[in-house]
């Protein structure tokens, strides 16, 4: 297996420290937009609880039926979305917490979005920021997770920055194993981002951040798992997009079956 002599190679040069490495590519064909191949490598470095990590990409995306046709801002006109990505990151485990860091860079060319009236291709874009996220295990069967996004989005032309894309975004989850039992909370923020008025001229505005509370309760019993989950448990008035209120209070109730 030539990724294990990879990795085998690499583990005689940096001694006590083990590789990783992958590599893959995409085949896409569309009769209306033709061809793409799009590759991604990732590798990795590890010592003890220490691992080093970084991946690049490219990524192809063709505009959607609604996207060409909606007769509410369909645009037959529009060109394929093409991204490259890279990211580096380190994630390291000290006794019951884990640790990881990551910095991510996105660029963007044709970027589909919605001015607020049509879709359209924005030309070229990037997207640079950082995560942060913390997760430990508690005594009593008790975890819990922190996680942090800064993300730094503009449009090359203009400056402007992209929409619907929060500067700053987190989470924190509460949870505790109880046998077959698992009920956590999960806390949710989203920063103040640019938006577009839901009327004429749709011009550029500013969204206000929000946050949302959801409660989930699953009970394990072999291959069926019954669930209930109360999203935005508080009742929360926000909109994810300007001039469309997201739900209220929803309670949903199911079974999950594995065959």
Same mark, same amino acid.
Do not use: C, M
């Given at each position: 297996?030539?990724?294990?002599?990879?990795?085998?190679?690499?583990?005689?040069?940096?001694?006590?420290?083990?590789?990783?490495?992958?590599?893959?590519?995409?085949?896409?064909?569309?009769?209306?937009?033709?061809?793409?191949?799009?590759? @991604?490598? *990732?590798? =990795?470095?590890?010592?003890? #609880?220490?691992?080093?990590?970084?991946?690049?990409?490219?990524? /192809? +995306? !063709?505009?959607?039926?609604?996207?060409?046709?909606?007769?509410?801002?369909?645009?037959?006109?529009?060109?394929?979305?093409?991204? @490259?990505? *890279?990211? =580096?990151?380190?994630?390291? #485990?000290?006794?019951?917490?884990?640790?990881?860091?990551?910095? /991510? +860079? !996105?660029?963007?060319?044709?970027?589909?979005?919605?001015?607020?009236?049509?879709?359209?291709?924005?030309?070229?874009?990037?997207? @640079?920021? *950082?995560?942060?996220?913390?997760?430990?295990?508690?005594?009593?069967?008790?975890?819990?997770?922190?996680?942090?996004?800064?993300?730094?989005?503009?449009?090359?032309?203009?400056?402007?920055?992209?929409?619907?894309?929060?500067?700053?975004?987190?989470?924190?989850?509460?949870?505790?194993?109880?046998?077959?039992?698992?009920?956590?909370?999960?806390?949710?923020?989203?920063?103040?981002?640019?938006?577009?008025?839901?009327?004429?001229?749709?011009?550029?505005?500013?969204?206000?951040?929000?946050?949302?509370?959801?409660?989930?309760?699953?009970?394990?019993?072999?291959?069926?798992?019954?669930?209930?989950?109360?999203?935005?448990?508080?009742?929360?008035?926000?909109?994810?997009?300007?001039?469309?209120?997201?739900?209220?209070?929803?309670?949903?109730?199911?079974?999950?079956?594995?065959?």
């Amino acid at each position: 297996d030539e990724s294990l002599f990879v990795e085998d190679r690499l583990h005689r040069a940096f001694g006590s420290w083990s590789a990783q490495a992958s590599a893959g590519a995409r085949y896409d064909r569309f009769d209306t937009f033709g061809s793409q191949i799009s590759p @991604r490598i *990732a590798v =990795a470095l590890a010592s003890g #609880a220490n691992r080093f990590r970084a991946a690049w990409g490219e990524a /192809f +995306r !063709a505009p959607s039926i609604n996207e060409l046709y909606s007769p509410f801002g369909g645009n037959r006109d529009l060109q394929p979305e093409r991204t @490259r990505n *890279a990211e =580096a990151g380190f994630d390291r #485990a000290f006794g019951a917490s884990r640790f990881s860091a990551t910095l /991510f +860079r !996105a660029d963007y060319r044709d970027l589909i979005t919605n001015s607020g009236f049509v879709f359209a291709n924005v030309g070229h874009a990037r997207s @640079r920021g *950082a995560e942060l996220s913390l997760e430990r295990d508690f005594a009593a069967r008790v975890y819990g997770l922190a996680s942090y996004t800064f993300a730094d989005t503009k449009q090359t032309e203009t400056g402007r920055a992209l929409l619907r894309r929060p500067r700053h975004s987190g989470s924190l989850v509460l949870g505790t194993h109880r046998g077959a039992l698992d009920a956590n909370a999960d806390f949710t923020f989203l920063g103040r981002r640019a938006d577009v008025q839901p009327v004429a001229p749709f011009g550029r505005t500013t969204a206000p951040p929000y946050a949302t509370l959801d409660l989930n309760l699953q009970f394990h019993a072999g291959r069926s798992v019954p669930f209930l989950k109360i999203e935005n448990a508080t009742d929360r008035r926000y909109q994810e997009v300007a001039g469309y209120p997201s739900p209220r209070r929803r309670v949903i109730a199911g079974l999950r079956f594995t065959i």
